[in-house]
């Protein structure tokens, strides 16, 4: 069953296609070494595997020679580790820019950590994974553009993208203003309510910080250029440590301070990222200027971008459910900031496989890209056994320091104490996560982000929260059957 999936995610459409719609109509852009010409609009068959991969290929096909299907799978396993590592770094690490913000909000009062919480809770929901999502359709055009080596096409996807994410903002940003009425409206606590408005109000810069960043890291990965990423994410996290000490304590903003450091952080990523793209010689042939082409055939991107932005959303959306549930439980200070931060640690967690999928998906789309489809396969397996071995080392450390992680978030006894009894939960979901995340960088990289979307919808939506929902209120198990569902 497992081989007949693997067949169906990277099976092969008709060969015709054009540049401006590319990939249309189709999840791949190759059928059996047939790489499409986009200038003169018709199909030609070209050799366009790496030059320097043409004896690993040649072990790979010959099925009869065991020694070159190892040798394989380690050349393979090695250009996954080698995209993978840096980009776990920058997911963690532009992660951690909320985190750090949750933490110093948490030194400051119950009160304040939940409100935090809450406020980039619903800021992810309706922002931050928004635009993360309709990025990821990069990951599809970007990295079989890359494959097939039509390296100008980069840059107009890069530019189409943008375009896409800045008029997404508009809209996007009447939650962050409107904030407090939203969670009134869902029911929270007035205070918790009234306090996530404020933080979310000086959130708001970081939205359209992230409309530029996420494009520009979708744009660098599929080329593999992950190295000045994980550089630019370093300096910017470790610049937000100051900021916030210096905004919340020196400069006397208290509360509000974190938000607004967390949106300066954002900016400067993303305009050392801009730096990076406009002058390094690397891009010379991937980005050469704007151009009206991002203007053209919006439509078949738009809709493989909304595909992509309900495949991601829709399980990113599961978790925050489960915190805004958490505050509609007796003692909703508690069971919201226990249940954030377990939410805060999941989400953590999960930028590692993640960036393991940032690997894969870049890894098959660009294969593909090159029309070889017996390396995308061995790709996917290779994924697969590194990310089983990931999701038992990260269980493990959770249970390890079950007792202490709390104290990172707060320093409330109470709130500690409950975080240690919803972590074996979470270890145990963790197992299950990685598998996921590989998966779904599988599905990027083929352009099958609809199937994708479909299988989210139902298990996510169709069992876990149905059922979450029931143990939690109906029979009274409060806030760890919440974390169970995950």
């Avoid at 070159?68 to 580790?81: D, M, P, S, T």
């Avoid at 919201?336 to 960036?355: R, W």
Wanted: some cysteine; charged content about 15%; overall charge neutral.
């Amino acid at each position: 069953m497992a081989g007949a999936l693997k067949e169906s995610l990277i099976r092969t459409p008709s060969a015709g296609c054009e540049e401006a719609a590319w990939p249309r109509n189709s999840h791949l852009v190759v059928e059996k070494g047939i790489v499409p010409d986009f200038h003169s609009g018709h199909v030609t068959p070209e050799a366009t595997g790496f030059q320097s991969e043409q004896e690993h290929l040649k072990l790979l096909h010959d099925e009869e020679n065991a020694s070159g299907k190892v040798a394989a799978i380690i050349v393979e396993a090695r250009k996954q580790l080698w995209l993978a590592f840096p980009m776990i770094s920058v997911y963690l690490m532009q992660y951690a820019l909320t985190i750090v913000s949750i933490s110093f909000c948490g030194h400051l009062g119950k009160l304040e950590l939940a409100s935090a919480s809450i406020a980039q809770s619903v800021a992810s929901v309706f922002g931050y994974y928004v635009l993360l999502g309709m990025a990821s359709v990069l990951e599809t055009y970007c990295g079989q553009a890359y494959g097939a080596k039509r390296y100008h096409l980069l840059g107009v996807y890069l530019q189409r993208s943008l375009i896409i994410l800045y008029i997404s903002c508009i809209p996007l940003s009447l939650v962050f203003l409107r904030m407090e009425k939203v969670l009134n409206v869902l029911g929270q606590a007035p205070d918790i309510a009234q306090k996530a408005g404020e933080y979310a109000s000086w959130l708001l810069p970081s939205l359209y910080g992230s409309a530029l960043l996420q494009p520009l890291v979708k744009f660098l990965q599929a080329q593999s250029l992950v190295f000045p990423m994980a550089v630019t994410s370093a300096f910017a996290l470790a610049f937000h440590f100051l900021l916030c000490w210096l905004i919340i304590y020196e400069m006397h903003w208290g509360f509000t301070g974190a938000a607004l450091a967390t949106s300066i952080s954002f900016w400067i990523n993303a305009g050392l990222l801009l730096l990076y793209v406009v002058f390094s010689q690397r891009c010379r042939l991937t980005w050469n200027g704007f151009t009206k082409d991002a203007l053209r055939d919006l439509k078949p991107f738009i809709k493989l971008s909304l595909y992509s932005t309900v495949m991601l959303c829709l399980e990113f959306w599961y978790f925050e459910i489960l915190v805004m549930l958490s505050g509609l439980l007796p003692n909703p200070e508690l069971e919201l900031s226990a249940l954030s931060i377990c939410l805060s640690t999941v989400t953590l967690n999960y930028m590692i496989p993640f960036g393991l999928s940032a690997a894969a998906s870049t890894r098959v789309s660009n294969e593909l890209g090159a029309g070889n489809t017996k390396s995308a396969k061995l790709a996917i397996y290779v994924a697969l056994s590194i990310s089983l071995v990931q999701a038992c080392a990260i269980s493990t450390s959770i249970l390890l320091v079950r007792k202490v992680w709390g104290y990172i978030f707060s320093s409330e006894q109470q709130v500690v104490q409950y975080v240690a009894r919803l972590l074996p939960f979470l270890a145990v979901s963790t197992m299950m996560d990685g598998m996921q995340g590989i998966l779904s960088g599988v599905l990027r990289g083929c352009g099958r982000q609809e199937l994708g979307a479909a299988i989210n919808f139902v298990v996510f939506y169709g069992v876990g929260v149905p059922i979450g929902a029931t143990l939690a209120f109906a029979l009274k198990f409060g806030g760890s059957v919440d974390d169970c569902g995950q």
